[in-house]
Structure formats: structure tokens, C-alpha cells
């Protein structure tokens, strides 16, 4: 049985939800059809994280998940097995397991990589793909015999400052290379930090509505994260300092909250450095999209505005060129670069030296800065052509939320209802829409659908899936 399931479990990164979603739904799924039965053991965090080609905290943030709602049981040394109390059970009536979206040729974007409204997918028809290729050709001719061996656990030096400069730049942030460690994606990045940082049982604020990968690695790790509210001003800091005054972080999307869209003002960025300061606490400040900008100049970064070593600076390259890279950075305090210095060689950097050498180039020779600009007037007329579609086609029932930047839209209900089983019915329909609820930690914040828009390429495509969203609704009345 074992066999069987480890055969089939697959991953899909084109799929919207989460890899460890993915590995969370598909065991439940085994379970409920009798394939992994009560009592049978599950391949270590390490082995299954290995033979699927992820990160272990993304194996880990399924199992947990999986043990916090009873399906599974840890017994420590001895492994992670199915619970024995599901033996005499109908576990297949019990569980009501909702089937994986499935990613069919008729549901593809016609370029035969994503579905439309797939999130997090920058414009990918429009990366410079033959500059590209000729910048990893280079490296590839060019390198030297060392670039053989074994890299930087830190990332490559010339990244490191290719990077610095780009900060200085366009951010305002001025940092030395020794502070930038360059990490596979987001959740190596949070591994690194929760590794260096936190230990078990500390509490972390979390922006709620908030990115949903970002709980279960946490909770993973044996924190104790803490939802504090979203509203118009960004994360409510008087709310987190009422709910949690002693928590060790907080992780937060300031320049461009994910996924409400909106802005931490200025009072409150000042009154959570102060309390960051006062507490001796660590800000986490996710600034995974702020390149791309449609109107005017983002407010300055917390990393900028912070004089007392407080805030570790995220950045990725996912949004900006192309998620493969699996590459993001982080900027830590310059007194914590010894500690991050032991926690890194302890990981390593799952980055290959190529792509960081490539990256590298693409910046210090100003392609990086070019693509950028070139994109932001593809991005603004992508998305005005899906809020104009919603607007022709679903007035009666969305409303298009405002904002600055991005490459997703998200679309309020005007009038409550339940996004989830819309946005399950439209990814059967091969449309790649998420609903805000599932964003949602515990605070209400009404209802909604978020769409990318990144990838359509032309203005009756966009009108064509909006239509067959469209469909959706007109069905439910």
C-alpha cells in the first residue's frame, strides 16, 4: 500500500494551492481510500522531502497539519503513522476529501504553462528569454574549473553584491554583501530565520487575512503564531501589542499587504519599530512585490527606517523573473550575521551557482532594471483589462478593490457568500481563482475572489475567462 501511494504522489507547481497543501490533501485522500491505513508508518520528513524535491519544512507543514486534525500521530524517534484510531471508522464518508484540481489541456493558458488567474505567475510570455540564455550560456563557458566545487552556503559573492547595489538603488536600504544570504524560495527563508532566531513555543505575529504558507511552516516549528488583524492602514500593531505585547516577530507584507493590497502607514511602521525596539523583538518585512509599481512611489521600506537592527529585509526574484529560480534573498541586522553565518552552513544554499552567477549578471549589466520598467506598463494594462471585464460581466455581484501594484487582483463579493465553493467549482473548471476566506487565520474580512492576471496576453482572452467565471455565478441563482 505504502508503494501505491508514494507512486502516485505527484506535485504540480502549477497548481494555485501550496506544495504542502498539495502533500496535505493527497495523504488525507490515501487515507479516506483505504490506501494508507490506520496504523501504517509514513516515509520521515527528510526521506519524502528528498524523493519529492522539496523543502523539508514543506513536508513538515502537511504533517502537522495532518497530526493537528487527528489524521496522523507522531511518535517521535519512531516516526509519523496513520492514526490507529481511524481503524474501525468510515474513514471515507468521515473525511468527505475534496479531490485535487487537476491541471487538463483544456484548462491551460494557451501557451500550455498556467491556468487563467493563476497567482503568483509574473508575465512570463514577456521575460527576455533569449538574453537569458545567452547570459547561463556565457557563465557556462566562462566559469572557471572552482565553480565546480562547493559553493558559498551564504550565496555567490557577486550576487550578493549585485543585490546591495539594487537595494541602495531602488530601495534606499543600505546594507553590506556579508548581510545578504541568498535562500530556495520563501520557506527556506522562513527556515532559516525560525532556525536562527526563535525557538519553540515563542509567539510570532501574522497578518490575517495573510499569505496561507506562512501559518503552517510557524506552526511546524513549534511556534505560536498569533493572527492580528488587516484594515486599511495595514497590520493593526495596537492590536498585536494587545494580543501578544511579549511575542519574539512579526512577519508582515508592508508595502503591499497580501492579499488586501493596502499600505502599513507611516504611524503605524514607526509604532511597530518601537515596539520591535522595546521588546527586543524581530520584524520580518516581506517585500515580495514592491517592483512592481503602476502609480507613483511606494512608502520607503521598514529596513530603511530601521536604526536598531530590528528588521530582516525578504526579497525574491519569483515575482520579478520567473518563480523556476526558486531564488530569494534576505538582509539580516549586522549584528546577527555570525548567527546566520552558523545557521546557514548548517542548511546550505539549495540555489545553484549558475543561476546565482546568471542572476548576478542580468543585474549588474542593467537588464534587471530595464525588464522592470518594461513590465510595469504591461502589468497596468493586463490588469485593467480584467477589472474592466469583471466590471461588464459581474458588476451585479463583485466589486474590483483599488491598488497600486501587484500582479493579482482581488474582487470583493457585494454580498456575502461563500467564496470557497465558488472558487472549488471554478479550479474544476480549469480557473485558477483563489477565495479570500481561505486566506483568512480568524478575523472576518468579507468575501472575495483573488485573481492573477499577469498572463493573459490579450484583452478577448481576458474577456473569455471572465465569461466562464461568469457562468459560475449566473448557476448559483
Same mark, same amino acid.
Given at each position: ?45 527528510? $526521506?519524502?522531502?528528498?524523493?519529492? @524535491? ?15 486534525? $487527528? ?100 530601495? $534606499? ?21 525560525? @532556525? ?28 505560536r503564531p498569533v493572527a492580528v488583524p488587516v484594515d486599511e492602514q495595514g497590520m493593526n500593531i495596537a492590536s498585536g501589542m494587545a494580543r501578544a505585547p511579549q511575542a519574539r516577530m512579526a512577519v508582515l507584507t508592508p508595502t503591499h499587504q497580501s492579499p488586501l493590497g493596502v499600505s502599513l502607514s507611516l504611524a503605524r511602521r514607526m509604532a511597530l519599530l518601537e515596539w520591535a525596539q522595546q521588546q527586543a523583538a524581530w520584524v520580518i518585512e516581506d517585500d515580495y512585490d514592491s517592483e512592481v509599481r503602476y502609480h507613483g512611489r511606494p512608502l520607503p521600506p521598514l529596513k530603511s527606517l530601521d536604526r536598531q537592527g530590528r528588521v530582516l529585509y525578504a526579497g525574491t526574484f519569483s515575482k520579478t523573473l520567473f518563480p523556476a529560480l526558486r531564488m ?37 549589466? @542593467? ?84 485573481? $492573477? ?25
Open positions: 500500500m505504502m508503494r501505491q501511494f508514494l507512486s502516485s504522489l505527484t506535485l504540480d507547481s502549477r497548481l494555485a494551492d501550496p506544495l504542502y497543501r498539495q502533500i496535505y490533501l493527497r495523504i488525507k485522500d490515501a487515507i479516506a481510500q483505504g490506501t494508507l491505513q490506520a496504523g501504517s508508518r509514513l516515509p520521515s520528513v527528510r $526521506g519524502l522531502a528528498s524523493d519529492l @524535491g522539496v523543502a523539508r519544512a514543506t513536508v513538515e507543514s502537511a504533517y502537522a497539519q495532518l497530526i493537528a486534525e $487527528g489524521f496522523l500521530q507522531s511518535r517521535g524517534q519512531a516516526g509519523t503513522y496513520v492514526s490507529p484510531q481511524l481503524q474501525n471508522l468510515p474513514v471515507r464518508a468521515a473525511l468527505a476529501v475534496e479531490p485535487m484540481p487537476t491541471v487538463t489541456a483544456n484548462a491551460l493558458h494557451p501557451n500550455g504553462a498556467t491556468q487563467p488567474f493563476q497567482l503568483g505567475l509574473p508575465a512570463l510570455d514577456a521575460f527576455p528569454r533569449a538574453l537569458w540564455q545567452r547570459i547561463v550560456g556565457r557563465q557556462l563557458r566562462t566559469s572557471p574549473l572552482a565553480a565546480l566545487a562547493h559553493p558559498s552556503t551564504q550565496g555567490l559573492p557577486e550576487l550578493r553584491a549585485a543585490i546591495v547595489n539594487y537595494l541602495q538603488l531602488s530601495r $534606499g536600504i543600505s546594507c553590506r554583501p556579508e548581510q545578504v544570504f541568498i535562500c530556495a524560495g520563501y520557506q527556506a527563508l522562513l527556515d532559516l530565520v525560525i @532556525g536562527t532566531l526563535l525557538k519553540p513555543d515563542d509567539q510570532v505575529w501574522l497578518e490575517d487575512p495573510g499569505y496561507p504558507v506562512t501559518l503552517p511552516l510557524f506552526q511546524a516549528a513549534g511556534m530569494a534573498y534576505l538582509v539580516v541586522p549586522a549584528g546577527q550575521v555570525e548567527a546566520f553565518g552558523r545557521s546557514s552552513r548548517l542548511r546550505g544554499c539549495g540555489c545553484p551557482p549558475l543561476l546565482q552567477a546568471s542572476v548576478a549578471d542580468f543585474i549588474e549589466q @542593467g537588464h534587471f532594471y530595464r525588464h522592470l520598467k518594461r513590465m510595469r506598463p504591461i502589468y497596468r494594462q493586463r490588469r485593467a483589462w480584467l477589472a474592466q471585464a469583471l466590471e461588464q460581466q459581474l458588476a451585479k455581484y463583485l466589486t474590483v478593490a483599488s491598488q497600486d501594484g501587484g500582479i493579482q487582483l482581488l474582487a470583493r463579493f457585494k454580498q456575502d457568500g461563500e467564496d470557497r465553493r465558488l472558487a472549488q467549482d471554478a479550479w474544476r473548471c480549469g480557473l485558477s481563482v483563489q477565495a479570500l476566506s481561505d486566506w483568512r487565520i480568524t478575523e472576518p474580512t468579507g468575501t472575495g475572489l483573488l485573481m $492573477g492576471f499577469a498572463n493573459f496576453t490579450q484583452q478577448n482572452e481576458t474577456e473569455r475567462a471572465v465569461a466562464r467565471l461568469a457562468e459560475l455565478f449566473k448557476g448559483r441563482n
